[in-house]
């Protein structure tokens, strides 16, 4: 598939349970890291954090694109996997699904932004939505019978539901489409 899938989170909580690797290489029985820090949610999903492109910045309201964010690309063979099931394929997580990598990653942080770009450069719509809507969101999208589009999607603000962004926050190029709870 060709997509890029990014999480942005607005702490590093939840970075615990994931497992933490890092090349490194020695020199003097000294060990230096070598290349980027990533995260393993079990055998098919790795994050890598790297900055966020400058596109996706601008695409954001401006109250989120203020903020400190730490961006993960989301690679490895989830997100295929996750196109192979919701299409009919029967797929052995190992006990680590793509769908319980989602919702436990995204409820225990205060605010997230999922970002994604389909041919990795395409974003055709902003969403505010809960971790179950955004989910949903991606299944759906991934379904081969769908018009497939480019998305982020904000959290919702801590108690609120069914909130959409209004236009003003957003730039014209940007097409808001409310979601109803």
Known sequence: MDACFEILLSTRQTLEYLECYQET????????????KYYLWGKYIKLVERE???????????????????????QG?????????????????????????????LTEQPQWIVIFEWHCDRIDSLYQQNVSECIDRIKNNLKWENNREGFLVLSLPENEIGLSTSAGEVSQQDRIVPTIA
């Open 25 to 36: 290489f020695t020199w003097g029985n000294i060990e230096y890291p070598q290349g980027e």
């Open 52 to 74: 966020i492109p400058p596109h996706i910045i601008k695409r954001l309201p401006p109250a989120y694109g203020s903020m400190q964010w730490l961006n993960f690309s989301v």
């Open 77 to 105: 063979k989830g997100l295929d996997l996750l196109e192979s099931e919701v299409n009919g394929s029967e797929i052995d997580w190992e006990g680590k699904s793509f769908d319980e990598f989602l919702k436990l990653i």
